[in-house]
Every structure is written in C-alpha cells, then in structure tokens.
C-alpha cells in the first residue's frame, strides 16, 4: 500500500519511495540492516519497516541518515538524488515539517494499535477466567454468561475508538447504538429481572444525547470551548427527563437538592467556559 504525504505548496512525499531509496543507498554501500542500525543505535526492524514503506525514520535520524549516505536531507525525503537541481529552503522546510507531522502520526497508530491489543487480551482473560472459575464451580456456563455478555459489549462498542481514536468515535456510537437493546436483552434474559422497562427508556435517552454532544462538537470543531459549554448545558434537561423516568417507576421525587446543585456548578462551569472563549477571541 503506497503511503503519501502531501505538502501545502502540492509537493508529494512518498514514504515508500524513500524506503527503497534508503534501501538501495545501504546496498550500494555494501551494508546490511543491521549496519545501518547499528549506525543509528536502533534495531534492525525498524530499518526494515523503512524500506518495506511500513514507517518512517523519526525526524531527528534524518540528518544521520542523509549523513552516512553523503546525501542531503532534502534529497532522503524526496526519495532519490537531486544533483545540482536547486530546492529552495522554503520548500526544505515545508517537507520536515511534513514529515515531522507524518513520523508522529506512525507513532501514534502504533501506540493505538498496541494498546487495541492490550485492551482486547484484557477482556479475552476477562472471559477465560470468567468460564473457567463457573465451570470448575457449577460444571455449566450459569452465572459467567452476564460479565461476558458484558463484556463482549464493551469490547465491541469501544474498540473503534481505541484502535483508531478521534476517528473511531463515530463507529463507536454506531455500535453502541445498534447493540445497546439487544445487550439489554440478553441481560434481562440471563438476570431474570425486568430491567427491560426502565433499561430501554435509559439507553435511549443516553444514546440521544451522546449523538448530539457528537453533532455539537461536529458543528462547532473550531470553537470547542463553547461546544464544551453547549454539552454540558444539555446534559440539565437530558438529567431532568432521567429522573422524569425515574420519578414514575420508583415513585422517587423528580427534583431535589442534589439535583439543584448539581445543576448550578453545570451552569456555572459552563459560563466559565463561555467567558474564557470570549476573552481568547477578543484578544485575537
């Protein structure tokens, strides 16, 4: 899979284009991957990873790279020799700074990447012990079925968001709101419970409001002080229509003083941040 960067001024990087070139200087340099490493104090896979256009060099190898090579920076991030070709330092440094951008998105694919598989060994050992603790007491899946069933719905409504970050919000609440009655379901089945009523009408009205603190910092993404401010003043009536559910099943009062004060820090947190946003575009 070829992997671009593309510039400002519609310069294009190919990171798999500097990779063979990287490979063909160690080459022709009779040097193998672990030469090339050992150079750079860095292991010989992450040499490989250059060279197959899986990563790239972290911004502060490039200088060292271009050195052991006789070749400039400009001419490592282009992917092949310039010669006497003229670059301009305006365009040198649109490039690493391009490349800086790119060489820390590969970081953090990777930290997400590992910490997806981090998250989902955790969960998998969840169930293992889970099965292995209620068949060693009760011979039969009884009691373990709950926290798997729970589990797995943990597992797939936040691994998007783990694996791909930012992105991921949106498949998260696409699962999250197409799993979230059938999980209920399953639990009111494995509980003997009528959880059903009350459990429907809360996911509901969570679901609801998460898609539209969602759709709020979609429309306001430049100004996420006052999207801020905005969620956190939807969540008074969405708690008011809570305790509204609550009120007529339980018998409970819809408003108290807990709820009052709670109320009052929401409004005044969200004032503060209105101000701070007004005082920053101010003084701009």
Do not use: H
Not at 2 to 11: N, Q
Not at 15 to 27: A, Q, V, Y
Request: net charge positive; aromatic share 10%; hydrophobic share 55%.
């Amino acid at each position: 899979m070829m992997i671009y960067l593309i510039s400002r001024k519609g310069f294009i990087m190919d990171i798999e284009k500097m990779g063979k070139f990287i490979s063909e200087l160690r080459k022709s340099n009779q040097m193998t991957q672990k030469d090339l490493a050992a150079k750079l104090n860095i292991s010989d896979k992450a040499v490989s990873k250059w060279e197959r256009g899986l990563s790239c060099p972290d911004i502060s190898l490039l200088s060292p790279i271009a050195d052991i090579f006789s070749i400039t920076t400009n001419e490592l991030l282009n992917g092949e020799r310039i010669g006497t070709e003229a670059v301009s330092v305006e365009v040198g440094v649109v490039n690493a700074l391009k490349y800086a951008d790119k060489a820390a998105g590969f970081k953090t694919q990777s930290f997400q990447n590992i910490f997806a598989i981090a998250f989902s060994i955790m969960l998998l050992l969840g169930i293992i012990v889970c099965s292995i603790v209620d068949l060693a007491i009760s011979n039969s899946f009884t009691w373990s079925l709950i926290p798997i069933s729970a589990i797995v719905f943990a597992w797939c409504s936040f691994f998007p968001v783990i694996k791909y970050g930012v992105k991921g919000i949106t498949g998260s609440l696409i699962v999250l709101s197409a799993l979230i009655i059938p999980y209920l379901i399953v639990q009111n089945s494995l509980i003997d419970a009528q959880i059903l009523p009350i459990g429907i009408r809360m996911s509901v009205v969570a679901i609801v409001f998460m898609w539209t603190v969602f759709v709020v910092f979609k429309v306001l993404k430049s100004k996420k002080l006052i999207a801020s401010a905005v969620s956190l003043l939807l969540a008074i009536p969405v708690s008011l229509l809570i305790n509204l559910i609550l009120s007529r099943i339980t018998g409970e009062p819809m408003f108290d003083v807990w709820d009052a004060m709670s109320f009052s820090i929401i409004v005044v947190v969200a004032g503060v941040l209105l101000f701070i946003d007004y005082c920053k575009r101010n003084r701009a």
